[in-house]
């Protein structure tokens, strides 16, 4: 059974930094692109960032840029979304998901998901 958990959500300041957590198990996943995205009440699911597990080619959306770093982690199927400069408009709930459709801007190309991790920054 695959599983994807995120953890290291929480409370935040305007500025202040948070690293979330995403451990997948329960299958391979050689080509599988791990990506994080975020959901704001009343919004869309969007796109924050993903890491392709054999070439660490990294993408990160452009409102991000600067501010969150996605990387693997030393531990096998684990990936990392530290968040620095956290500003009010990054308050969601962030998920972490795995999959390998061609497009990893999108999340129909993601076979997996974890629960999300709830993320609020206040000003």
């Known amino acids: 059974q695959v599983q994807v958990v995120e953890s290291g959500g929480g409370l935040v300041q305007a500025g202040g930094s948070l690293r979330l957590s995403c451990a997948a198990s329960?299958?391979?996943?050689?080509?599988?692109?791990m990506g994080w995205f975020r959901q704001a009440p009343g919004k869309e699911r969007e796109f924050v960032a993903a890491?392709?597990?054999?070439?660490?080619?990294?993408t990160e959306t452009n409102s991000v840029k600067g501010r969150f770093t996605i990387s693997r982690g030393n531990v096998k199927n684990t990936v990392y979304l530290q968040m620095n400069s956290l500003k009010p408009e990054d308050t969601a709930v962030y998920y972490c998901?795995?999959?390998?459709?061609?497009?990893?801007?999108?999340?129909?190309?993601?076979?997996?998901w974890g629960q999300g991790t709830q993320v609020t920054v206040s000003s």
């Open positions: 329960g299958r391979t996943f050689s080509n599988y692109v």
């Open positions: 998901a795995a999959g390998n459709g061609v497009n990893p801007f999108s999340v129909r190309a993601y076979d997996y």
């Open positions: 890491i392709d597990w054999n070439g660490g080619r990294i």
